[in-house]
């Protein structure tokens, strides 16, 4: 794994975020046509991705492989919001940010942002892979999710057994029998479904630019408590990950994936969520800002330490 690649990479996919930031100022973007891109790469680009990942992928069919990953992404699932408990407390975040700041612990953007990365440093093994953890994001985000982003409400929590079955879960279900049961594919739809799923990373970049050029620059970092948060998310956490994932994970690829899923910023979903139940919105989209700008040095930094 060369360093030099990953950093390229990197600058890479700012360079296409900052695009996207362009894109809305200078209005050929603009709100309401980030919903229908958001809508297009959820339903479409990000699930073809997924399939994709699995027809082109060199990975041994190996059960009890996909299971160990599963595991481990239940584990890092439990882990994340016991560290969010204690992460507010040594930030001292006010009662009714708790929740929020809880939430944005557990869910990073494995979603829009992880699968190109991890697709940019690893390939495309390491998107199939990271289908698994999306999987469980999915399935988690909307119970337990709603759960944190309620913390310390007395409102009832409403859930959506419906939004269980997101297009990114059915994708993440297709990959794994396509996988499981080595279905030949034929390569005209392969092709097709590879070529939709390679739109994904440009416009995925694009549209978060463009969701941060929507805020005021100088509201962003007048935030005190998002440095610290970011620190100790996107740096601290992976450095005390590693050594004990190390010790459980043998699997260099697997090893990678977990410690750089560990090590993205904030999801985009921490917005939508924080929008849906009337929370700190301003927060959440600045925490997102903060996280995305630097995991641009952090994510490179991390994978110097422990990957190369």
Request: net charge neutral; proline share 5%; aromatic share 10%.
């Amino acid at each position: 794994m060369d360093l030099q690649v990953i950093i390229l990479q990197m600058i890479q996919l700012f360079l296409v975020i900052a695009l996207g930031y362009g894109l809305l100022k200078i209005k050929i973007l603009d709100v309401e046509f980030n919903k229908r891109l958001t809508s297009l790469l959820l339903s479409v680009t990000t699930p073809a991705l997924i399939v994709s990942s699995v027809l082109s992928t060199t990975l041994e069919k190996d059960i009890s492989k996909i299971a160990f990953v599963f595991i481990v992404g239940v584990i890092i699932f439990i882990v994340l919001p016991i560290l969010g408990f204690i992460i507010v407390k040594i930030i001292k975040v006010p009662t009714h940010q708790q929740g929020l700041y809880i939430f944005m612990t557990m869910f990073s953007n494995i979603g829009f942002m992880g699968f190109p990365v991890m697709k940019s440093i690893f390939g495309n093994e390491a998107v199939f892979l990271t289908a698994i953890f999306n999987m469980l994001f999915n399935l988690l985000v909307f119970t337990v999710g709603i759960v944190f982003m309620n913390y310390h409400s007395t409102e009832k929590i409403k859930m959506n057994a419906r939004q269980l079955l997101s297009p990114g879960v059915i994708s993440s279900l297709i990959a794994l029998l396509i996988y499981l049961t080595e279905i030949q594919v034929p390569d005209v739809i392969a092709s097709t479904i590879t070529m939709v799923g390679d739109i994904t990373t440009p416009i995925a970049m694009m549209l978060i630019g463009s969701t941060l050029a929507t805020i005021p620059l100088k509201e962003v970092f007048n935030e005190i408590r998002v440095y610290p948060f970011t620190i100790l998310k996107q740096i601290i956490i992976p450095i005390i990950a590693y050594p004990v994932l190390s010790f459980f994970i043998q699997d260099p690829l697997i090893l990678g994936v977990s410690l750089i899923m560990i090590a993205m910023p904030v999801g985009n979903i921490a917005v939508l969520f924080a929008t849906e139940y009337q929370k700190d919105v301003a927060l959440a989209a600045k925490t997102v800002f903060m996280t995305t700008l630097l995991s641009i040095i952090t994510i490179p930094v991390i994978v110097a330490l422990f990957l190369i």
